[in-house]
């Protein structure tokens, strides 16, 4: 089982950056794809980007590409997402989440995830 906590969330003014970490525990992370989810309120939980347990594949969602970066570091349990370009629609609560080693290599979809964190507040103003 894997336990996952993020953290670097806060508020960035419209243009800024910001590097979100997601640290794991449990012997399952270096075989799990990571991935990261938002949710604004009143909205759907949406995909952002994932990335397989090697690091050789990613997939972003289209708001996104060209502006985020997924990465993960196996030796230290820890997945990260730079943001870069930051606008007030990228406001929400952010999440990662540990997919089974079993399933797809870079899973799009929270049915793919069977792992969550808290999730971390990112507020962009303009």
């Known amino acids: 089982q894997v336990q996952l906590v993020e953290s670097g969330g806060g508020l960035v003014q419209a243009g800024g950056s910001l590097r979100l970490s997601c640290a794991a525990s449990?012997?399952?992370?270096?075989?799990?794809?990571m991935g990261w989810f938002r949710q604004a309120p009143g909205k759907e939980r949406g995909f952002v980007a994932a990335?397989?347990?090697?690091?050789?594949?990613?997939s972003y969602a289209d708001s996104v590409k060209g502006r985020f970066t997924i990465s993960r570091d196996n030796a230290k349990n820890t997945v990260y997402l730079e943001m870069n370009s930051l606008q007030p629609e990228d406001t929400a609560v952010y999440y990662c989440?540990?997919?089974?080693?079993?399933?797809?290599?870079?899973?799009?979809?929270?049915?793919?995830?069977?792992?969550w964190g808290q999730g971390t507040q990112v507020t962009v103003s303009s």
């Open positions: 990335i397989s347990r090697s690091g050789g594949s990613t």
């Open positions: 449990g012997r399952t992370f270096s075989s799990s794809p």
């Open positions: 989440a540990a997919a089974p080693t079993t399933g797809w290599r870079t899973p799009r979809s929270s049915d793919g995830y069977d792992y």
